[in-house]
């Protein structure tokens, strides 16, 4: 590196977070930048600084001084280049920032120049390249630029604006410059220089330009002068630079003048967590102890030696870091859910407190199951906590939200940012479709990107690019291949993360800028959940679980039809029907155990109490999948192997779980035991293990491992063996008190649907979309275990599903909400309606509720809600058969006569009345309708009074010449528009065929022999290609009786890939595996069955 | 009353299927034909059985054996189609192309000539046969039925008078092809045959579907509903003289067509129509024997010739038009044949009835001088005749685009002259065919307060002989490209506009003013639609942007600059010149090329574009504005002593200093002196 490399500071760079103006990553831009010499660098995004903590991260790791700022878009059009020099200049940019996305809709906004002289203090103002003041001023002709630069500095002061060249061998930039130049010696303003960096590389130009296009809705064809007319716009070298500006060496030398004036980094950020207002005399750590003693009882009782020791030195470590504040702001928010009866349950690592335990937050007691602490806080780490919230989806969750934004202000909590990148079908897709290719194509290309979780080899984007027919020797397509992979990953714009919320003592938007979110109400950060992390924000997670909402919902029913009140914090333990279920892995619908997976280790690792739920929620996770951890495990717990430990120190780590690490404490402590790692190195190790996993730096703990083992004496042999188990747990495991949470809603799942089957089968309903099943297969399951589901009856049926008695049990009702096509607010206008007065008949139900659209008539006819229109609890009100006319044929008297004409009444008919009463009459019979409206009037508005039925020519609701539906015919309509049957499994109308042709039952599987051939058969309800199995393909075949486990080789699904993915039923011949109560067909033959036309939906590609 | 129905089933492959017999038999899927073609289009009943469905990708189907995948391809259709309405109309005069796969023939008073009717289906089944097509044929006393039979059963179906409901009702509602909507209600209703649709109550059906549904329930029924719709000729104006003999000079072949141009136009008059396209396709001589003598002779006789002979021959086509109208032969012009002296006919050309059905005589050529109407005599070289070997025509086809619709053959005449001209035949000529596109003839009423514009058909003539001069695709609108890439352009065919009627006075007066938007208003309109000041030829170059960078490193006098406000006008050479130049430190110090020559005394860049990268003709260059100390050849006074270090110092005589445009492309390298500033 020559004394030459620090002559130029490139002040002016726009990375890829500009969104689609920059095309470099800014690890990409630091990285070039060290590459060339240089010693620091600023960053100018549009309108934010969303890029900035990547960049002040890589920046410091490369050893380079990482400048912030921003591109501000003025309301005149233009953009201020500005520079956060102190601290104060960050703060206002934040601020100048926030102000002017919040009020402007999402993606929009501008400042004035009023804002700008509330927030210039501490900022530094670049006339900017083309988009900046001088070039827009001089531009369109303003009379007098230099006075509008004079404003300038009366807004920034003298010494704050620089008037920024640069030089990209354009005639029309230089003509700019020289003009620059002379108004800067008129004005005695400094030069600098910079080079309006867009990119890292002159290759990234392509890029650049692809996102210009995209910008501007054009195609790269149409874009013409939108694009850049060179690539110079890269990170050039100081002697580039030297060179382009030999004739202004000021310029140059002031980049590194004004690079010294720019103290502000990230690092002094100045966040500061709030505090939480406690009484008068109290303080913060006096409070929560407070709170935590008191909990503490509720939870141990008194007297309970370890639990008050491990209490005593968290809240040691809690004061000692000051993360009192942190505690009770989550403990406040616990507090408010629980007093709106809002389920909640911590989750993650917070599981390992004792304090998160004692002030209800998580429910998994650590001190009982010897949880690691460290892995939730320690004081090496430096870093602040994280405590994950599970709610239940939906409303209760924005509740909780919504709270605290309240209680902290919009500007004191927002949500954090998710960043939504570029990944291979949207990558393709736009690409394409600026590279011209036609949507339809593209839509063809885009469908063929694989949504299996497995990908094997050829698995790539070469293939589907083939695969879709295109030729790759053609330069074009070539091209489009090359772009679509180098616009991968990178961003594309800013969404909103599910539930993480950072919160800020004072003003959160001196920190990071604030933007509106696309859902009304909501406010988010400009930076993702890591940046917060890595920048040391403290996040809570508020986490929406869909079984959350189902065990929520499912109490709340068990109040209203059972009658009982049951409390998750109270359910008994090791209940013998929930574990009796678990063994023979029963437990579709059940949260966390019910994939197939799951269901294949259930029986072999017979549970029995409650930490092997534990283990077994850990156990089918990439991690010990991978790592080859599942087999000695399970053959340890079978007695198969003996338990042995890679080194006898690690004994008391590995004990519980027979010796095989499972869980990440296990691995840290192993790090910790064996290599003498810190709290804090373990937590390095954990982060290198995680997501975002690096080899580089996984190669150098290995090493640093492997020291530490020396040193601690252990064999080489047994080195071998813990750092294989450490570094093959390369993909995500879970934490044990994760595992331990899980394991709590999965037990309160099972014994929800082990003791109220309806509440809980209702509420699953009622959440779908959720788990691994379709609803289909959820209420084939329900039925199986006894319970009586009922059909959709617009007569009956509400929203949701809801349950009614049928004699002495109770049954579920399917609830509007399953119809395709339906509406909320068309079918909870019939309910209403439905209230005030039963419809008599279908005319009357269409006149009365108009909501409903002629298209959702038919679908309910279609399905058999309106079967039932009229039927005789109406008929039988008193006065109504004398009142009506007399020729309708639903004015009976008798019950007898009513229930015939129930009777008579099908699918079939309600379609042809429908048809008829649903078409308008036209222009010329209008009149008449309306008039014979008028007469009749609706029985709403004067029930008793008013006629019931109205007075209809006896042709409307005479029966249909149509015959009944056959019953194929009825199970197309349900799965066609409900998705779902109550009727018959469409298997068990063929069993006699299919006892023909010797096909078991799945229910009969578990009666035969291992090994024997057998044949299944039945709907596919599940289709998985784990990206863990190696390209096997795991099929569910479910019939009346049950679900048959397929197991598909590679090479099979090769040759009967067509079949496999698409056949809706299939006739498997195989050899039965019936092993440890695990059982499956493992495939030799498949064949497409014609069973029914009925569309069974498959859950797919997992 | 006697109805037949041709259908062909899967029309798509069996268009395909016809064109390459090997398939006959085999599995055959049709997948639509713009890359990627991925999806099952048609399919016939073989690749159903193998398991391929319409909607399948290409992927899918490439895992079944032995299934033979083609791309749709619609010429096939178009000529399967064709073929069917040949076969059609060879049977009967009177039927109806109900689809691009149906056909109905009425059959009544066929009996006599052709069999039975049974007889006639047999026959229509073959003969469909040998055309390559299997057709399901249906015999029924009204259109509609035969048709519903022909698309329900496949082979030969007769169905008697008055048991045509029976007979249908075991149909299925699809062949109906009812509107989608209505085919998902009777679907819903279980209603999924003719039979079952039949039979439901006609008032209650109407009330349900309307009138539509009552319509096809008559249809189910077999009931007549209407009369068959004749196909009536297609509008195709279409002339075409097969020639016995060659023709390799320019002369006779304007004179045939001349003829057929005549012919085409009184056609089009006939119909009342126009044309403003017109194809020609000469059939040459494809056996190669002289060709490029002949043709070169026929470029050489056309150069000489063109003025006069074109001239000539339009006035002799007028002159032949007008005695043809004037002695009433126009109409039959094989009459005319019949009564001129073999000697005095229209030269070689023979009559056109007879040439469209390719019987011309040999003894019809005259090749011999002669005189002809209008007193123009014409030199008739012998041609080469060959009256044994039997020549296959190689089709050239031309096409002309014309801004107006014209019917004026002497107008088509020059017009096809001057292409001819440009664009001669490879070969002596065997074979003549013109097709004019109809259209709407125009009509244009004159303006009085409008300045009379061009006639439209003198301008192309005029248009047409700048393109024969300059070349194709260099006479039109020149228009600029809205790209980097310098001097980028493309040229638009020339239109006059028409004036509108309705036009106010006021609106005329302002559209006579020049249009002209100032440039402010053009930045304007460009900011605001983010786009960057237009390109221009007319470059304004201030003083700022001619400054000299080299001439700060070294010392160099710098060109005395021009007032800010005073516009450099720039002259771009066509084509540019090549040049070579010499370089120092990254800055060209000398220029030579043909006609600039001399040491670079200051010099401004580079500027830099690149762009197309995604094209097949991607750019990169890097332009200098440079001031040239333009040298005598002959060397002598120092004028501007070059000190920078390290180049040689050198003696010439500068006559004068100007500035030029060089550029380097830095795909190939190579300089170019691309202008001159003025």
């Known amino acids: ?1102 | 009353m006697t109805f037949a129905c041709l259908y062909i089933a899967t029309f798509p492959v069996q268009a395909v299927v016809r064109l390459e017999l090997e398939l006959r038999g085999r599995a055959v899927i049709i997948v639509e034909p713009e890359p990627p073609p991925s999806r099952v289009f048609a399919l016939n009943e073989a690749a159903r059985k193998a398991g391929a469905e319409c909607g399948m990708s290409q992927v899918e189907v490439a895992g079944f054996k032995g299934v033979e995948v083609r791309r749709r391809s619609h010429a096939a259709e178009a000529s399967a189609h064709a073929a069917l309405l040949d076969l059609a109309r060879s049977f009967s005069p009177r039927f109806e192309d109900v689809a691009v796969d149906t056909v109905v023939l009425d059959l009544a008073g066929l009996e006599a000539l052709l069999g039975t009717a049974e007889e006639i289906t047999q026959q229509l089944a073959e003969s469909a046969r040998k055309l390559g097509l299997d057709a399901n044929v249906a015999l029924a006393s009204n259109p509609d039925t035969a048709r519903l039979a022909a698309r329900g059963w496949a082979g030969i179906t007769l169905i008697g008078e008055g048991e045509e409901a029976d007979r249908l009702s075991k149909l299925p509602v699809e062949v109906l092809a009812p509107p989608l909507e209505m085919q998902e209600t009777l679907d819903r209703w279980g209603i999924r045959t003719f039979g079952a649709l039949a039979a439901l109550p006609a008032a209650e059906l109407s009330e349900r579907l309307g009138q539509e549904g009552i319509r096809l329930q008559r249809l189910a029924r077999g009931g007549a509903l209407r009369a068959l719709v004749p196909t009536e000729e297609p509008l195709h104006f279409e002339e075409a003289m097969d020639l016995d003999y060659a023709v390799a000079e320019f002369e006779p072949l304007a004179f045939i067509l001349g003829r057929l141009l005549n012919q085409l136009c009184a056609r089009l008059a006939a119909r009342g129509r126009a044309t403003q396209e017109l194809r020609l396709v000469l059939g040459v001589d494809a056996s190669g024997d002289g060709s490029a003598e002949e043709s070169q002779k026929l470029k050489v006789e056309s150069q000489k010739s063109r003025i006069n002979s074109q001239k000539s021959i339009v006035e002799r086509q007028e002159s032949i038009s007008e005695s043809q109208k004037s002695n009433g032969s126009s109409k039959d012009p094989s009459h005319c044949h019949s009564e001129e002296p073999q000697a005095t006919r229209n030269l070689a050309v023979p009559p056109i009835s007879e040439a469209r059905f390719g019987m011309t005589r040999a003894h019809n050529f005259c090749p011999q001088t002669a005189k002809v109407e209008g007193n123009t005599t014409f030199n008739f070289q012998l041609l080469t005749f060959n009256f044994f070997a039997p020549r296959t025509p190689k089709p050239e086809p031309r096409s002309l685009c014309l801004p107006v619709p014209t019917q004026d053959p002497r107008l088509l005449l020059k017009l096809w002259l001057l292409d001819l001209e440009a664009h001669p035949p490879s070969a002596p000529v065997l074979k003549v065919a013109i097709t004019a596109e109809p259209t709407w003839p125009r009509v244009a009423q004159g303006d009085l307060f409008l300045p009379r514009a061009p006639d439209p058909q003198k301008l192309e003539l005029t248009l047409a002989r700048l393109r024969g001069m300059v070349g194709e695709g260099k006479a039109g609108s020149p228009e600029l490209l809205d790209t980097h890439r310098p001097d980028a352009f493309r040229m638009n065919p020339f239109e006059i506009r028409e004036p509108v009627a309705a036009r106010s006075r006021k609106s005329r007066v302002e559209s006579r003013k020049p249009k002209v938007e100032s440039q402010s208003k053009i930045e304007n309109r460009n900011s605001k639609f983010g786009l960057p000041k237009p390109a221009s030829h007319e470059f304004r170059i201030s003083n700022f942007e001619f400054r000299n960078r080299l001439s700060t490193l070294n010392s160099l006098p710098r060109i005395p600059n021009p007032e800010p406000q005073t516009p450099i006008l720039l002259r771009l050479f066509r084509p540019p010149l090549t040049a070579s130049v010499e370089m120092q430190f990254g800055h060209p110090v000398r220029v030579d090329s043909a006609h600039v020559r001399g040491s670079v005394i200051s010099a401004a860049g580079p500027w830099r574009t690149s762009g197309g990268w995604w094209t097949e003709d991607p750019w990169e260059r890097d332009e200098w504005d440079v001031a040239i100390a333009v040298v005598s050849r002959r060397l002598s006074v120092v004028s501007y002593p070059l000190s920078v270090e390290g180049v040689e110092s050198r003696k010439l005589k500068v006559e004068r200093v100007r500035c030029y445009r060089l550029y380097r492309d830095l795909m190939n390298g190579q300089w170019f002196v691309g202008g001159l500033y003025d």
Not at chain 1, 116 to 126: D, N, Q, T, W
Not at chain 1, 197 to 222: C, G, K, M, N, Y
């Open chain 1, 1 to 1102: 590196m020559t004394e030459n490399c620090f002559m130029y500071v490139e002040l002016h760079a726009r990375s890829a977070f500009s969104f689609l103006e920059g095309a470099a990553l800014p690890e990409d831009l630091v990285a070039r930048a060290k590459e060339l010499g240089f010693e620091a660098v600023a960053l100018l995004d549009r309108n934010g600084v969303y890029g900035a903590p990547r960049f002040y991260a890589a920046a410091q790791k490369a050893g380079l001084r990482a400048h912030v700022g921003a591109e501000i878009t003025s309301t005149e059009g233009f953009r201020y280049s500005l520079l956060g020099a102190s601290r104060t200049g960050y703060q206002n940019l934040c601020r100048l920032v926030t102000r002017m996305k919040l009020r402007a809709p999402k993606g929009e906004g501008a400042v004035t120049e009023t804002d700008l002289v509330e927030h210039a203090e501490g900022l530094i103002c670049l006339t900017g390249g083309e988009e900046g003041p001088f070039s827009r001023f001089r531009n369109s002709g303003t009379p007098n630029p230099e006075s509008r630069l004079r404003r300038l500095i009366e807004i920034f002061g003298r010494e704050n604006v620089y008037v920024e060249l640069q030089r990209h061998f354009d005639r029309r930039e230089e003509a700019r410059n020289q003009a620059a130049v002379q108004v800067a010696r008129e004005l005695r303003l400094p030069l600098v220089a910079t080079n309006g960096v867009s990119f890292a590389t002159p290759a990234e130009r392509q890029v650049a330009d692809i996102f210009t296009a995209l910008r501007h809705h054009r195609t790269l064809e149409t874009a013409g002068r939108l694009l850049t007319s060179n690539a110079e716009r890269h990170l050039k070298p100081p002697q580039e630079m030297a060179r382009l500006f030999a004739d202004l060496p000021e310029a140059l030398a002031n980049t590194l003048e004004l690079s010294s004036r720019l103290e502000f980094t990230l690092r002094d950020l100045g966040y500061e967590f709030p505090k939480y207002p406690v009484p008068e005399g109290e303080t913060q750590i006096s409070f929560l102890r407070q709170r935590t003693a008191e909990g503490a009882i509720g939870r141990y009782g008194y007297g309970h030696e370890r639990a008050t020791k491990q209490l005593e030195r968290e809240l040691a470590l809690i004061e000692k870091l000051h993360l009192e504040g942190y505690f009770l702001i989550v403990w406040d928010i616990v507090r408010y859910c629980r007093e709106q009866g809002i389920l909640v349950q911590g989750r993650g690592s917070a599981a390992n407190s004792a304090v998160c335990y004692a002030l209800g937050i998580t429910a998994v007691d650590p001190v009982k199951m010897d949880l690691l602490f460290e892995r939730f806080l320690s004081e090496e780490r430096g870093e602040w906590p994280d405590i994950d919230l599970d709610l239940p989806s939906g409303d209760q969750r924005e509740r909780a939200i919504q709270y605290v934004y309240e209680r902290y202000g919009q500007r004191g909590a927002a949500m954090t940012a998710n960043v939504i990148t570029y990944r291979g079908r949207s990558a393709a897709r736009e690409v394409g479709k600026v590279l011209g290719f036609d949507i339809e194509t593209l839509g063809r290309l885009t469908s063929l990107v694989s949504a299996w979780e497995y990908r094997d080899a050829s698995d790539t984007l070469e293939r589907h690019f083939r695969d879709a027919g295109f030729d790759l020797a053609q330069p074009r397509i070539r091209k489009f291949l090359d772009l679509t992979l180098a616009i991968q990953d990178l961003p594309r714009h800013l969404g909103q993360h599910s539930g993480g919320l950072v919160i800020c003592q004072g003003q959160l938007d001196a920190v990071v800028p604030l933007e509106p979110a696309t859902m009304p109400g909501r406010v988010v950060v400009q930076w993702d959940k890591d940046d917060c992390a890595d920048l040391g924000i403290v996040k809570v997670d508020l986490l929406g679980l869909g079984m959350m909402a189902v065990l929520e919902d499912s109490i709340r029913l068990i109040r209203d039809h059972y009658g009982e009140e049951v409390s998750l914090a109270h359910l008994p333990a090791d209940d013998p029907e929930v574990y009796k279920a678990l063994q023979k892995a029963d437990t579709v619908g059940l949260f966390q155990v019910e994939s197939r997976a799951q269901m294949s280790c259930l029986p072999r690792l017979h549970p029995e109490r409650f930490y092997d739920l534990v283990v077994e929620v850990a156990i089918i996770r990439p991690g010990p999948i991978v790592g080859n951890m599942v087999h000695p495990y399970l053959n340890r717990r079978l007695g198969r192997e003996p338990v042995t430990y890679p080194h006898p120190s690690l004994e008391p780590v590995l004990k519980r779980t027979l010796g095989v690490p499972l869980f990440q404490e296990q691995l840290l402590r192993m790090a910790m035991i064996a290599a003498g790692f810190t709290g804090g190195e373990a937590e390095d190790l954990r982060r290198a293990m995680g997501f975002k996993r690096s080899e580089k730096r996984m190669k150098e703990i290995e090493k640093k491992l492997r020291l530490g083992m020396d040193r601690q004496g252990i064999a080489p042999a047994a080195q071998e063996e813990i750092v294989h188990s450490i570094t093959s747990f390369a993909l995500y495991g879970f934490p044990e008190s994760h595992a331990a949470s899980f394991a709590l809603l999965a037990y309160a799942s099972a014994y929800l649907k082990c003791h109220y089957l309806a509440a809980y089968t209702a509420a699953m309903l009622n959440n779908q979309p959720m788990g691994f099943y379709h609803p289909s297969t959820l209420i084939k399951d329900a039925e199986r275990h006894g319970l009586r589901l009922k059909p959709i009856d617009a007569a009956r049926s509400e929203w949701p599903c809801t349950i009614e008695r049928a004699g002495d049990r109770l049954a579920v009702r399917i609830g509007l909400r399953y119809v395709k096509g339906l509406r909320e607010e068309a079918a909870q206008a019939m309910v209403r309606e439905r209230g005030r007065a039963s419809f008599p008949s279908l005319e009357d139900l269409v006149r009365r509720v108009p909501e409903l659209r002629k298209d959702e008539l038919v679908t309910l006819a279609e399905v058999g809600a309106l079967n039932f229109i009229g039927e005789p609890d109406f008929i039988k009100r008193p006065g109504a058969a004398t009142k009506a006319g007399t020729s309708d044929k639903w004015q009976v008297t008798s019950d007898e006569q009513a229930g015939r004409a129930i009777q008579h009444r099908h699918r079939r008919d309600a379609l042809w009345q429908v048809e008829r009463a649903a078409r308008p009459a036209g222009p010329l019979l209008d009149e008449v309708e309306s008039r014979e409206l008028k007469t009749s009037e609706s029985p709403v508005s004067n029930f008793e009074s008013q006629p019931l039925l109205p007075p209809l020519s006896p042709h409307r609701e005479s029966h249909s010449p149509l015959l009944p539906m056959t019953p194929e015919e009825r199970l197309v309509a349900d799965f066609h528009n409900t998705g779902l049957t109550v009727g018959l499994h469409p298997m068990a109308y063929r069993r006699a065929e299919l006892d023909a042709l010797k096909v078991n039952p799945a229910s009969a599987l578990a009666r035969l022999t291992n090994g024997r051939r057998v044949r299944v058969a039945g709907a596919a309800i599940v289709r998985q290609r784990p990206g863990t199995a190696k390209g096997f393909v795991f099929l569910s075949l479910e019939d009346e009786t049950g679900i048959a486990n397929i197991i598909v080789t590679p090479d099979l699904f090769e040759r009967y890939r067509v079949m496999v993915v698409r056949e809706p039923f299939l006739l498997i011949e195989g050899r039965l595996q019936n092993q440890d109560g695990v059982i499956s067909v493992k495939a030799e033959h498949i064949v497409p069955l014609a069973v029914s036309r009925a569309g069974i939906a498959s859950h797919d590609f997992h």
